[in-house]
């Protein structure tokens, strides 16, 4: 478990870095479009490539954030339960967790082909968009992947809060 957990977690660290690559190339692309305007050419496509590095920023930044569990929590309920009571209620939502992401994983998976089938392309630089919403389906999975070894961790009685 502990191989497929680093594993897991390798995988979810560089989705990471990638998202903020693409936060990176959204800040340069508006930084560029905002100066180029103001001489009078602006950037044809700043608006498709900001829209694409949003998705990859949010999209592919969910799994690790996931496993470094820097989301935000809301305690109020949980801090009302007992010990045991949190420990199910962790499991439940890991177990929900999962299923949610790859029902997400599988239809973006289907999206994908459908995209890739339409050869759909975005407005102005024709980007296809079946490379990103492949992308997205492989975030979904890896999100499920990460909440399997929360809820191995959960399961092994290894610490977990939330």
């Not at 478990?1 to 990176?24: C, E, I, P």
């Not at 694409?52 to 820097?70: D, N, Q, W, Y």
């Not at 599988?106 to 980007?127: C, H, M, P, Q, T």
Request: aromatic fraction near 8%; hydrophobic fraction near 50%.
């Amino acid at each position: 478990m502990r191989q497929f957990t680093s594993v897991v977690d390798r995988v979810d660290l560089g989705l990471h870095y990638v998202a903020g690559a693409g936060l990176v190339v959204m800040m340069l692309a508006t930084m560029t479009d905002i100066i180029l305007r103001a001489m009078g050419y602006p950037l044809v496509g700043v608006i498709e490539i900001v829209s694409f590095c949003g998705a990859i920023v949010i999209g592919l930044a969910i799994p690790h954030s996931t496993s470094r569990k820097v989301h935000i929590a809301v305690d109020f309920l949980t801090d009302r339960l007992t010990p045991r009571g949190r420990a199910r209620l962790a499991v439940v939502t890991r177990v929900m967790g999962i299923a949610l992401f790859l029902f997400a994983s599988y239809n973006f998976v289907l999206y994908s082909l459908d995209l890739w089938r339409a050869k759909e392309v975005s407005g102005s630089l024709r980007i296809p968009f079946y490379p990103l919403t492949m992308g997205l389906a492989f975030s979904c999975l890896m999100q499920a992947l990460t909440l399997v070894c929360q809820l191995l961790a959960l399961l092994g009685g290894g610490k977990q809060n939330g």
